[in-house]
């Protein structure tokens, strides 16, 4: 697990809100952000996260040539675990849960892009493009930050077509969970429980079709990965 100094970390993650001048919400922040790395921990020790790939060995993903990650915004947890300590990039919003998100992301090995299809959209995809550029993976949570759930933006599409890297989707089924009552239904794995991650082909978007067509694409294949997970689970055969 990398450990920074929370001050390195903060430098990444400044805006112009006036938050970082409010003592309190600093210190909140610290505490905060060290429950999130020791529950980190404990998710290392007590989930048995099972992966399950269309192609070759799941653990080379986006070490040769760089893929443009797709996952639900519910199932984030899971599937940033599993990618840990990769150097993937991935995005975090400019929020206050994002400034808790970053940190948590460092602690996992990500770099981190802030910015949301909301606010600082266009930077981000300009910083993402510069990632692939460079070889960098970058993943992309495609019904984020603010749903609606399972409903994908445009911003991966429009990605995977300037670049003609292809999106390799990466869908959760957790054995034993928690939902919560939020908009994407975000799914916290139990502890001692067993899950699987599907890790779909990866999928090539033609520069000749229309964004909302991409999307939909998208959407269907990543319901297609899910129900691979949910069947491979439920078979109990990994």
Known sequence: MI??????????????????????????????????????????????????????????????????????HGSLLGCLY????????????????????????????????????????????????????KGTTVAFTIDGPKGPIHEVKPGIIMMAQKTGIPIVPLCMAYGKSITLHSWDRFQIPLPFSKSVIHIGKPLKIDSGISIDDGCKLLKEYMFDCEKIAAQKLKAGCL
Do not use: H, M
Not at 16 to 43: G, P, Q
Not at 85 to 111: E, M, V
Not at 121 to 130: F, N, S, W
């Open 82 to 133: 599993f990618l840990r300590n990769r150097n993937i990039a991935a995005i975090a919003s400019l929020s206050k849960d994002g400034d808790l998100i970053t940190k948590g992301l460092d602690s996992l090995g990500y770099q981190t892009i802030r910015g949301s299809s909301s606010r600082g959209g266009t930077r981000v995809l300009l910083e993402a493009l510069k990632k692939l550029k």
């Open 3 to 72: 450990n920074r100094r929370f001050e390195e970390v903060n430098s990444l993650i400044r805006n112009t809100d006036n938050r970082w001048s409010d003592k309190a919400y600093v210190i909140s922040l610290r505490l905060k952000c060290l429950a999130l790395e020791l529950f980190n921990l404990f998710l290392a020790n007590s989930i048995k996260l099972v992966p399950d790939c269309s192609f070759e060995n799941p653990l080379e993903i986006g070490k040769k040539e760089p893929v443009i990650l797709a996952l639900w």
